[in-house]
Nanobody
Framework: QVQLEESGGGLAQVGGSLRLSCAAS????????MAWFRQAPGKEREFVAT???????YYGDSVKGRFTISRENADNTVYLQMNSLESEDTAVYYC?????????????????WGQGTQVTVSS
């Protein structure tokens, strides 16, 4: 089993930055695909970014050029650097892990999930 714990959420202003962290425990996730999803009130869960074990990354259209996903395998941790935040980025952000080397952008393909961390962007 893998446990995922997100941190780093909070309140930011439009145009500001936040950095989310996701710490994995239970077993090493170095070969797993890791991802971030988000869900705003009344909306479906949305793909944000994913990174393979070898470091290949993919992003959702709404965050391209503003968000960066990275991983530190030595620490079993994944990060999401969020810059140029917009009010539409307000959501609960979830970390997810997939027992596969193949990237995926749909939530049902992920095996483990964190509890989520709230990000609120205000003007």
């Amino acid at each position: 089993q893998v446990q995922l714990e997100e941190s780093g959420g909070g309140l930011a202003q439009v145009g500001g930055s936040l950095r989310l962290s996701c710490a994995a425990s239970g077993r090493t996730t170095n070969s797993y695909v890791m991802a971030w999803f988000r869900q705003a009130p009344g909306k479906e869960r949305e793909f944000v970014a994913t990174i393979t074990g070898s470091g290949v990354t993919y992003y959702g259209d709404s965050v391209k050029g503003r968000f960066t996903i990275s991983r530190e395998n030595a620490d079993n941790t994944v990060y999401l650097q969020m810059n140029s935040l917009e009010s539409e980025d307000t959501a609960v952000y979830y970390c997810a892990a997939r027992r596969s080397a193949r990237a995926a952008m749909t939530s049902p393909l992920y095996d483990y999930w964190g509890q989520g961390t709230q990000v609120t962007v205000s003007s």
